[in-house]
């Protein structure tokens, strides 16, 4: 018998242009792969006893990581807006680029982006994560608190943009 736990908490369903043509194009590629598995798959089937033939064993678990990101993906691509406008004003809104610094003078950049594009290596943080949710609304030279595992730290706004 196994654990029940509750259902997570839906993400948002907002998406840069970039982030949904980057989705589109992983779809596509998955399909590709999806395809030479198959075949690699129908190979080591044919040489004989499946139940010790790890070449069979191995394609039959990597095909079903395939059909699920593919599942996923095709889920989740029509439930996305893309938003492509840009917002008016001088606050802090989806898509805009934050330069902080927090108290020690040390300066970040961040990206508020959809929960599906997030990426450590680029700085783009989910609309839903603390920090975002801290910024939403902010403007220029405002002081923000945020608080990310009991521990709190404050960051001056020093930039806004939007690409």
Same mark, same amino acid.
Not at 138 to 159: F, P
């Given at each position: 018998?196994?654990?029940?736990?509750?259902?997570? #908490?839906?993400?948002?369903?907002?998406? &840069?242009?970039?982030? @949904?043509?980057?989705?589109?194009?992983?779809?596509?590629?998955?399909?590709?792969?999806?395809?030479?598995?198959?075949? #690699?798959?129908?190979?080591?089937?044919?040489?004989?006893?499946?139940?010790?033939?790890?070449?069979?064993? @191995?394609?039959?678990?990597?095909?079903?990581?395939?059909?699920?990101?593919?599942?996923?993906?095709?889920?989740?691509?029509?439930?996305?807006?893309?938003?492509?406008?840009?917002?008016?004003?001088?606050?802090?809104?989806?898509?805009? &680029?934050?330069?902080?610094?927090?108290?020690?003078?040390?300066?970040?950049?961040?990206?508020?982006?959809?929960? $599906?594009? &997030? $990426?450590?290596?680029?700085?783009?943080?989910?609309? $839903?994560?603390?920090? #975002?949710?801290?910024?939403?609304?902010?403007?220029?030279?405002?002081?923000?608190?945020? &608080?990310?595992?009991?521990?709190?730290?404050?960051?001056?706004?020093?930039?806004?943009? @939007?690409?």
């Amino acid at each position: 018998m196994g654990r029940w736990r509750p259902p997570a #908490a839906g993400s948002s369903p907002y998406i &840069t242009p970039a982030g @949904y043509l980057g989705l589109q194009n992983e779809l596509n590629e998955l399909w590709l792969r999806r395809r030479d598995v198959v075949a #690699a798959l129908s190979a080591a089937a044919a040489e004989g006893d499946r139940s010790e033939n790890a070449e069979y064993i @191995y394609r039959k678990k990597e095909l079903a990581g395939l059909d699920r990101r593919i599942r996923y993906l095709q889920k989740r691509l029509p439930a996305l807006n893309v938003v492509r406008e840009r917002p008016s004003g001088d606050a802090i809104y989806f898509g805009a &680029t934050i330069d902080v610094s927090d108290e020690s003078g040390v300066s970040y950049s961040y990206r508020i982006v959809g929960p $599906d594009e &997030t $990426d450590a290596k680029t700085s783009a943080i989910s609309l $839903d994560s603390p920090l #975002a949710r801290a910024l939403l609304g902010k403007r220029v030279d405002d002081e923000v608190v945020v &608080t990310t595992g009991g521990k709190s730290t404050t960051l001056n706004i020093l930039a806004i943009r @939007y690409e």
